[in-house]
């Protein structure tokens, strides 16, 4: 197992692309704390991680609040008595055109995501050194061709990647090593994307060379696994496409 004996934090691990995470962490041997808004689907994922032989905690945790994220790291070494890994994976979405983005839904989408994302790296960081590893969560929307309705999202997916290389050279001597990773993933969220607007969907699986969106714990919780293990201890601030080749990133 590549991560036995790891202590892994996942945000936003009910559902999703951070529920393969978590899934596929456990799976390698750490044993996961599975955070998120909603208990009972973090509780969920914690099922699924025991009846296959892993270990587990779910624990409430609301990432734009300061107060909730400091209860979530503490409870966390409390219970495991350490931590290794974090990965940021919890964000609302502002999505729409400019002229359609509320304030409110893009200060969310800046609470929620590079702002949370900070605050948990500077949270977690006296625990991750020595051996710790960061996975960030990014997005190829900053690199579509055509950026309209995607603007304020990208925006903030791309502090994040700021964040992420900053932390790169400023915690490298440390022993801690931060990435950030850009996926495509059949979540719920793109799921239902798929089924009501089909004709769309088509033609952006269709920009994808290998012609499918990935699992969200076969094709990304497994790569954030080898990530976070001894075989890519020299992969340091770099921004990683999950996307079946779609985009170039730079």
Not at 116 to 136: E, F, Q, W
Not at 194 to 219: L, T
Request: with cysteine; proline share 3%; hydrophobic share 40%.
């Amino acid at each position: 197992m590549l991560l036995q004996g790891k202590v892994a934090l996942v945000t936003g691990a009910g559902q999703g692309v951070g529920q393969g995470i978590a899934l596929a962490l456990a799976a390698e041997g750490a044993r996961v704390a599975v955070t998120g808004r909603t208990l009972s689907k973090l509780e969920s994922t914690c099922e699924q991680i025991i009846e296959r032989g892993g270990d587990a905690v779910a624990i409430e945790c609301q990432v734009k609040s300061l107060e909730s994220l400091t209860r979530c790291v503490e409870s966390v070494v409390a219970h495991f008595g350490g931590l290794q890994i974090l990965v940021n994976n919890a964000q609302e979405v502002p999505l729409g055109t400019l002229e359609q983005v509320s304030d409110e839904a893009f200060t969310a989408g800046f609470e929620s995501g590079p702002l949370a994302t900070l605050r948990m790296m500077k949270l977690c960081y006296p625990h991750l050194k020595g051996d710790g590893s960061i996975v960030n969560l990014g997005s190829s929307a900053g690199k579509r061709w055509d950026m309209t309705g995607y603007g304020a999202y990208a925006a903030t997916k791309e502090s994040i990647r700021s964040l992420t290389r900053a932390a790169a050279c400023e915690w490298g001597a440390d022993g801690i090593r931060t990435n950030v990773i850009l996926p495509h993933a059949k979540s719920p969220g793109l799921a239902w994307w798929i089924e009501n607007k089909p004709e769309e969907a088509a033609e952006f699986i269709q920009s994808i060379p290998q012609q499918r969106v990935g699992d969200c714990e076969d094709d990304i919780g497994r790569f954030v696994a080898l990530l976070c293990s001894k075989g890519s201890s020299y992969v340091n601030g770099q921004s990683i496409g999950l996307d079946g080749g779609q985009a170039l990133i730079a």
